[in-house]
C-alpha cells in the first residue's frame, strides 16, 4: 500500500473518472474525500471507499469560493492534513460557436478552470508538501468543433498545471492527465453528438478508455515512485495525442 497515512481529496468523484480515482487512491491505502454535484450516485462511491479505506463524500460546487472552502475545512476537521488533490469535477458542452450562450460559456470555464484554480488554492494554503493532478484532456492539446468553452477551459489547466509546478515547487508536484475518450456518462449518447463521438474513436487504438486506465496514472502520480516529475502533461488516450 503505497498511500497509507496520505489524505486525498478527489474533486467530481461521484462517478466516472472521479470514482475511479479516488477508488485507487483508497485501495493504496489514502483517506479519500471528495465532492460531487448533488450526485445521488456518491453514496455508492463512499461504500466503496469505505469498503477498503476511509471515506468521506460532500456535496460542493467547485465554481463556488465559500463552497470550496468550506469543503476543505469539513475534510480537515475528519482527517487532518491534506496531502494529494485531484481537480477532476468537469463539464462539458458541445454547441457551435454561434449557438454559444455567454451563460454556457462562463459555466464551462466556471467548473473546469475556475475550480481548479480554487481548490488549488486552497489546497497550496493548507499544504506544504504535496501532489496535485489535474484532469484535463487530449481536446485541451488537440482543438475540437464545436467545443469552445471546453477546450479552452482544458486548455487553461494545462497551462495552470505548468505555472503551479514552478510556483509550488519543489515541495508540491503539479502534473496534469489528459485522457482521451473515457467510457463515462460525459461520453454517452445523451450528453455527446454521435458526430463527435466517431472522432473520438479515430485514434490508433480505436477504443473509448476505461476510467479505471486514467486512474491507474492518477495513482501513480500521487505515490512514492514519481517524486522526480512535475510540470507534465500525460496523455493517456489510446495514441490521441503523440508528442
Ligand atoms: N469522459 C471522457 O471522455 C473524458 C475525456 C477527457 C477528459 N475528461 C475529464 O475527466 C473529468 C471527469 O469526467 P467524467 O467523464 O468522469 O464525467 P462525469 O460526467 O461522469 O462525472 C463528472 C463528475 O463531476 C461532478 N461535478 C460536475 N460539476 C461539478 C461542480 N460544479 N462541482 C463539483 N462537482 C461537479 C459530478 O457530480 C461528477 O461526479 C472531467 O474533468 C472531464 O472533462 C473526460
Do not use: W
Request: hydrophobic share 45%; net charge negative; charged share 20%.
Amino acid at each position: 500500500m503505497n498511500l497509507e497515512g496520505k489524505v486525498a481529496i478527489v474533486t467530481g468523484a461521484s462517478r466516472g473518472i472521479g470514482r475511479a480515482i479516488a477508488f485507487g487512491l483508497a485501495k493504496e491505502g489514502a483517506k479519500v474525500a471528495f465532492c460531487h454535484l448533488d450526485d445521488p450516485q456518491a453514496e455508492a462511491t463512499l461504500s466503496e471507499i469505505n469498503g477498503v479505506s476511509e471515506g468521506l463524500s460532500i456535496s460542493a460546487d467547485v465554481s463556488d469560493e465559500h463552497a470550496v472552502i468550506d469543503f476543505f475545512d469539513a475534510v480537515q476537521t475528519k482527517f487532518g492534513a491534506i496531502d494529494i488533490l485531484v481537480n477532476n469535477a468537469g463539464i462539458l458542452h458541445e454547441a457551435p460557436l454561434a449557438d454559444t450562450l455567454v451563460s454556457d460559456f462562463d459555466r464551462v470555464i466556471s467548473v473546469n478552470l475556475r475550480g481548479s484554480f480554487l481548490t488549488t488554492r486552497e489546497f497550496s494554503r493548507r499544504t506544504t508538501k504535496g501532489r496535485i493532478i489535474n484532469i484535463a484532456s487530449d481536446l485541451g492539446v488537440l482543438g475540437r468543433e464545436n467545443m469552445v468553452a471546453y477546450t479552452a477551459s482544458k486548455g487553461g489547466i494545462i497551462s495552470l498545471t505548468r505555472t503551479l509546478a514552478l510556483e509550488l515547487a519543489p515541495d508540491i508536484l503539479v502534473n496534469a492527465i489528459a485522457p482521451g475518450s473515457t467510457e463515462t456518462d460525459m461520453t454517452s449518447p445523451q450528453s455527446m453528438s454521435p458526430q463527435a463521438l466517431a472522432k473520438d474513436l479515430n485514434t490508433p487504438l480505436a477504443r473509448f478508455g476505461q476510467p479505471e486506465e486514467i486512474a491507474d496514472m492518477a495513482v501513480f502520480l500521487a505515490g512514492p515512485k514519481s517524486q522526480f516529475i512535475t510540470g507534465q502533461c500525460f496523455g493517456v488516450n489510446g495514441g490521441s495525442v503523440m508528442h
